[in-house]
């Protein structure tokens, strides 16, 4: 696990007219990403159909609304591509022929319902009032009325003598407007300018307020039925012309033209699909090209040469989601180590000690076992709350309250150079593991002579100059000055020249202040810790102070502060530590990321079967 695993090479030889059903059988693995062997021998299967493929997006565009309501092909496509695309647009044509009558007869409904409705709404507002709505339907044909919603705060410099009355409404506009009706049509053309919506009275709306709004409520039932029927008459059509069957191959052929485009020509019938799996022992393949039931050969063959192979992390399901810290660097290369093993220990360390509460962590894992089902990644927030918990005991702090459990270990605003201390220790192993971890890809790189001529001298300085400064009376002095010569003969060996060793000092200068400011950022661990627990100490003190049930309301609230505030401030920080501390010591993310090949289109579900 402590090495990423680098993809196989496969290669597929089928049929030119299976070519498309092939390859999508193998999308659907989600275990290949797609590469040609020459390049130079590449052609595009669905040239002949280019055209095709384009007035099938148009028409998709236009009328995916409509189709989605049917069930596309779940079957396999099974025809020559140039084949599938005529049957598809030629039935797609016949019913485009019956179904835009109706078509515009429902958009022609939806948008009176619109209209009917804004204009209900604006009558609400208006019942009660003093306004007499019938002398507004009375009026004509020398005057006229319309309504108008406008973004709030528009100003609406209407011409003389035209008259508007403000209507009540929520987030917007609306005004009531009666004048000429020869000048109204300048007055819409300035509600349209400033970006309103006209909403106007159909001839057949009379009467008084009452009156009118029944008549609406009367007339947006009839649509909505008229809306059911029609709606049901494109469902009958989609059906009566098979449109799901073409639909869905027209799909398949839209998804390999989008994403694949290209495949290696191996004769006048035959076609190559090749490139790399993640798929290591072809077991998933070869059961993807026995439920194609296509004419296939399956093989795994040394990449060609100058292939360079994705890299790919292999974990256990528990630690997937700590992949997410080695994959912000991209993925380790095949001659670097793969951190997420360590990082499952690592990083719950950080995040509980700088979190340490009993309460706050368990809030934490009831929240992330809550949220796993939907994300994954939140398995993340039950380790970390799990570790948060644990320290919580040793600190004997339960929602920031330090007298209901007793300190396993001890409280740290009562012993904040131990607090402080503590994961300075846990930096100079953390970076000293790093360090053998670069030493691991050096071995796998071929470089071990000289990282343990150069590299093992660094890492025996470092432990020395912690050794003198942490533990003076011991006399560490002399591993200190072992590591140095160590280095400086290391460097005169590799470079064969005294220039050389002393180059190799300048670079020592940088690499050493580095490693100290590398270790002096995890005080920032202790720090924080100390900060969470002042945070709490406060809350708690506020609460105390506080009468009845306002105590119980201010350590609620505060712990639900502390809880979002520190818990995403902790995160920031252990990412960081991680990253730019730990990782910085072996980790460049040189590897190809692997980018298996999209799964074609599925089953688009909406309404009747």
Known sequence: MLRPLATRWFEVLCPRSEAVHTLAELARTG?????????????????????GIAEYQRLAQRYQRYWQRGRLRRGPLLAAPVQVMERALTRIAAWQREADPLIDQLQACEEEQTGLKWLEQIIGKVRGSTLDFARVTDSGPMLGTFCAILPAGTELALPEPLLARSVPWSDEDCWMILGPADRLDAAKAQVKAQHGRLVLRPAWLKGDAVTALARIRARRNFLSRRAVHLTAELDTLFDEYSL??????AEWLEWFSRRVGALERAGEHLAWITGWTDDLH???????????DTRALLRFAPPPAGARPPQVLHNPAWL???ELFARALGVPGGDEADPTPLLAVVVPLLFGYMFGDVGQGLVLVAVGLWLMPRFPMARLMVLCGASATLFGFLFGSLFGIEHVIPALWLHPLEHPLVVLAVPLVFAVALLSLGQLLAGFGALAAGHARHWLAVDAGMLVLYLGLVGM???PDLGLGWLALLGLGWYIAGSYWIAHKLLGALAALGHLAESGLQLLTNTLSFARVGAFALAHAALSAAVVTMAAAAPGWAAVLILILGNLVIILLEGLVVSIQTTRLVLFEFFNRFLKGTGRVFSPLPAPPALVTGGPS
């Open 31 to 51: 275990a290949v990403e797609l590469e040609l062997r020459a390049p130079e021998t590449a052609e595009q299967p669905l040239a002949a159909i280019a055209a």
């Open 244 to 249: 799901g069957d073409s639909l869905g191959e």
């Open 282 to 292: 072809g077991e998933r393949l070869a059961a993807a090209l026995a439920r194609a």
């Open 320 to 322: 997937k989601p700590f």
């Open 469 to 471: 400064l942490a533990l």
